[in-house]
């Protein structure tokens, strides 16, 4: 029996040690393909953006200034922050599965309703409700990934999958090539299929969901031990029969006291009482990467416009090996998260991309940079930067109690992308508009600053989080844990 009544409200069980010990299977391909999309998504939509830009300046598109471009992805982020707060609440009370639907659907009808848009303000309307969709993904999708992946391959496979934001950039880039040139469909209609592809892709993700479960964890401290408890047994079938090795033995077990809900008191408690440091390490992650992302990403197509003279339709051409340089980096450092440990490779990684900044900060100042020379070097910088952010969201879901992991996750990607995502987009769009070289490139120090801060903020209050399981990180708030 996984489930051994002790009193009217406290029960024992042993579902984390038999998710953690679980050996990798193609059912976690599965799901890891399922949730993951949604930050393939996210890069396509931010690339997509970026790469046509400078097209909806074209007077005969949208005729939008580099201030109303800013103003739209400032919008796509605050949608996004909303929705992960929203997001991020109701899948504690409800469960992961049902949330991960209607996120999804919502995203589907922004990016089909932005490629309708016909001036900025359709479009800043549009781009909010896709953000919204796409920032409620995040809480409810990382929380699932986290509790069903084993505690051996969580640190790589959240790092891969976070990572994976950059196939969906360089996928959008690589699409801007054909899209916005005459000879194939033109800048009119192709920056609108360009959204509308996002749609197309969304539709399939829905009919793969449905092979999604519960998390078994989320159950059984929800007074629904006999669900949770059919649940993981369906999945132990499947890994078995899909791996063909039998499944390791199980001793561990912990005391919980369910409950229906949880109320905000004890959750905030948690956060901001008991775990206080770790809030301040994941706040300073959050806000570290996403100034950062935001700031260069949602501007970059202009700043080679403007400063290098780049054409519009051209500009993918330096998006997709960008983007697949971001991918490499979580994909290849992910295994030392694992095996290092996660104190070290935080730190190292988010060191690593400030001083890289710092040097591509000042050689732009001094005009040094070809269009493909300033390419290579922004390569560098996100091939440790990707890694550093990938961890920022890491963190933020692994190291605060199960009762609260997807509203933690989404009040510190809120609170980060709020004050670092929704001010650098409009600060950059202004540094942009002076087309001073000098100001722009002061732009970059402070984001190479924000790393640095991030960098020591791991080193201080870091987490050796690496091959544990969830509930010896964080004590469940039904264990006991505050």
Not at 69 to 94: E, K, N, P, Q, T
Not at 307 to 329: K, Q, S
Not at 388 to 393: D, Q, T
């Amino acid at each position: 029996m996984a489930m051994q009544e002790l009193t009217r409200r406290s029960i024992e069980t042993d579902i984390p040690t038999r998710l953690d010990r679980l050996p990798w299977s193609r059912f976690h391909l599965l799901l890891v393909g399922a949730l993951g999309i949604t930050w393939i998504l996210d890069g396509l939509e931010v690339t997509i953006v970026g790469s046509i830009g400078p097209v909806l300046q074209n007077p005969h598109v949208l005729g939008l200034t580099s201030t109303a471009l800013g103003a739209a992805a400032s919008f796509y982020v605050a949608g996004a922050v909303a929705g992960a707060l929203i997001s991020g609440w109701i899948s504690d009370r409800v469960g992961r599965r049902a949330i991960f639907f209607v996120t999804l659907s919502v995203y589907l009808a922004g990016v089909l309703l932005t490629a309708m848009s016909w001036n900025f303000w359709s479009f800043a309307v549009f781009r909010l409700v896709t953000g919204v969709g796409i920032g409620g993904e995040y809480s409810a999708v990382n929380s699932a990934i986290d509790e069903l992946v084993p505690a051996k391959y969580r640190g790589r496979i959240d790092l891969i999958v976070n990572g994976s934001f950059w196939l969906g950039a360089a996928a959008g880039a690589g699409s801007s090539l054909v899209i916005l040139d005459p000879h194939f469909i033109g800048q009119t209609l192709g920056w609108r299929l360009g959204f509308g592809a996002g749609g197309i892709l969304g539709f399939g993700v829905l009919l793969l969901r449905r092979f999604v479960p519960e998390s078994p964890r989320w159950l059984v401290v929800h007074c629904r031990s006999e669900e949770a408890e059919h649940t993981l047994g369906i999945i132990e079938r499947k890994v078995s029969a899909m791996s063909r090795l039998p499944l390791a033995p199980f001793h561990d077990k912990i005391i919980i006291h369910p409950r229906p809900a949880y109320g905000l008191a004890p959750i905030f408690r948690s956060m901001l009482k008991t775990h206080r440091k770790r809030s301040l390490l994941a706040l300073s992650l959050m806000i570290a990467q996403a100034f950062l992302y935001n700031a260069v990403f949602f501007t970059y197509g202009i700043v080679l416009t403007h400063f290098y003279h780049v054409p519009d339709r051209r500009t993918g051409i330096y998006f997709v090996p960008l983007a697949l340089g971001n991918f490499l980096g979580p994909l290849l450092l992910g295994p030392f998260f694992d095996t290092i440990g996660r104190k070290v490779m935080i730190s190292a990684t988010f060191a690593a991309s400030a001083f890289l900044l710092f040097v591509t900060a000042a050689l732009f100042a001094d005009n040094r940079f070809s269009p493909a020379t300033l390419n290579a070097a922004w390569i560098a910088v996100f091939f440790f930067a990707s890694a550093a952010a990938s961890s920022a969201y890491l963190t933020a879901s692994e190291i605060f109690p199960l009762e609260t992991r997807a509203l933690a996750i989404a009040c510190f990607y809120a609170a980060g992308t709020a004050i670092g995502g929704v001010l650098s987009p409009l600060l950059f769009a202004w540094l942009i508009a002076t087309g001073s070289r000098v100001a722009l490139s002061g732009g970059y120090a402070l984001a190479g600053l924000l790393l640095c801060l991030a960098a020591f903020a791991e080193w201080l209050w870091g987490v050796a989080a690496e091959g544990k399981s969830l509930e010896s990180i964080a004590a469940p708030i039904s264990s006991g844990g505050t």
